[in-house]
């Protein structure tokens, strides 16, 4: 059975090929894909497919190796659904749950 692997904090610089060959001294590389944007330029991270055995020995071996001034990070890929989910703020809105332009008052003015 293969495995997905994460790698993040890839050198800009570096090609898909790159990424094979420095994951095919750990085992066999099935795929290997730096991710780019729209325009092409490399995004920083890729996935890299192996045999179980392979992926395991890449993982021991080049978590946090140095790579173009850059440690690289490498971990079993999860899938989308398994990642918590980020959270911008939420709620707010104009003007708050009560009173916005000509509310009812900020204070009782009851007798004490």
Not at 96 to 108: F, Q, T
């Amino acid at each position: 059975m293969s495995k997905k692997l994460y790698v993040g904090n890839l050198p800009y610089s570096m090609t898909d090929d790159e990424l094979r060959d420095t994951f095919s001294k750990a085992g066999t590389v099935e795929e290997a894909a730096v991710l780019k944007d729209p325009t092409g330029r490399s995004r920083g991270f890729g996935f890299v497919t192996m045999d179980d055995e392979g992926a395991q020995k890449a993982i021991e071996t080049l978590n946090e190796q140095d790579m173009g001034g850059r440690k690289l990070v490498v971990n079993e890929a999860r899938p989308k659904t398994d990642r918590p989910r980020r959270s911008f703020g939420g709620g707010g809105g104009f003007g708050g749950g009560r009173g916005g332009y000509g509310g009812g008052g900020g204070y009782d003015r009851g007798s004490y």
